[in-house]
Structures are given as C-alpha cells and as structure tokens.
C-alpha cells in the first residue's frame, strides 16, 4: 500500500465513522495472518484537531499497519515501525499512556465498551498497542483471534 492508497481508502470509509463504534479500512495479511485495520470517529476528531488527519506522517503510520503484530517482538526497542504493546508499568506515565488508558480504556464513556461489544469481546480482551511510525504513533486496541487480529485506532501521539 502507497500513501494515495491508503489516502483513498480512508476517504472512502470516513463518512461512515460517525455512525459506528469503528469502520474496517483494510485487511494486511503478512506471514499467513490477516490484521483487520480499522478507525474510529474519535480518532478522526482528534486528528483534525491537531490538523494532522490524512497527513503524510498520519498516512505513513497507517500504511506501516502491513507490518503486522510480532508476538516475539511485542515491544518496541526503539526506532522500530510495526505495532507494539503500550503497558502501564512504563515510568514515568508518558502522553501515549494517558491518552490510550485514562481518556479511553479506563473511562467509561471513552467508547471501549462500544469497540469491545462490535468485536464481541469483553474489554478485558482487548490489547492497548500502538502502531509507529518515524514521526506518529497511532494509538488503538487489539483483539487477537485465531483468524486473525483486528487493530482498532482511537487516537494518535506525535510527542518525541
């Protein structure tokens, strides 16, 4: 996937995010194992705020969703892109841990409970993780099945 690709894609699903828990964008599929990617009005919002919606960095990040999920390398050892877990147990508490557990996971009316019920799961299922690129982190959960992963984004980092 290019960034007019990934571009398109997410021009053709951004008027039905409004009306759902998360809209399903692509499906990477990488070592014989699908990643579902999909977006969130939420995320969409907060991204206008920060004028950085289908950015070239914003773009970037998405597309770097085809490197799929590496159980072996679950966390990042920096200046790596993919997707990686995001913990609670980092110090000091950084922006990308506020933003994904104290303004989504852990607040009830954040829209976990809405993503988690549309992946029929419980939110307890649900992995937080953050998908990076050089210059952005998404942020998003993920629900891990044997058919494969679905990533849901809800919110970004562009803190160094």
């Given at each position: 996937m290019n960034l007019d690709e990934?571009?398109?894609?997410?021009s053709g699903i951004e008027g039905d995010l409004s009306d759902r828990p998360f809209v399903e964008m692509h499906t990477?599929?990488?070592?014989?194992?699908?990643l579902r990617l999909a977006l969130t009005e939420r995320l969409r919002k907060s991204c206008r705020r920060g004028r950085v919606w289908k950015s070239k960095p914003f773009l970037t990040a998405i597309k770097n969703a085809e490197y799929?999920?590496?159980e072996t390398r679950a966390r990042s050892r920096g200046g790596s892109d993919g997707i990686f877990l995001v913990?609670?147990?980092?110090e000091p508490v950084n922006e990308m841990m506020k933003k994904l557990f104290d303004r989504f996971i852990?607040?009830?009316?954040?829209?976990?409970?809405?993503?988690?019920?549309?992946?029929?799961?419980?939110?307890?299922?649900?992995?937080p993780v953050r998908l990076v690129s050089h210059h952005m982190r998404l942020l998003g959960v993920m629900h891990r099945t044997?058919?494969?992963?679905?990533?849901?984004?809800?919110?970004y980092d562009d803190t160094k």
């Open positions: 990934a571009k398109s894609l997410i990477f599929v990488r070592n014989g194992r699908s799929g999920f590496d913990t609670r147990d980092h852990d607040r009830p009316e954040g829209g976990v409970q809405a993503v988690a019920e549309a992946l029929g799961c419980e939110p307890a299922a649900l992995i044997e058919e494969g992963d679905t990533l849901v984004l809800v919110d």
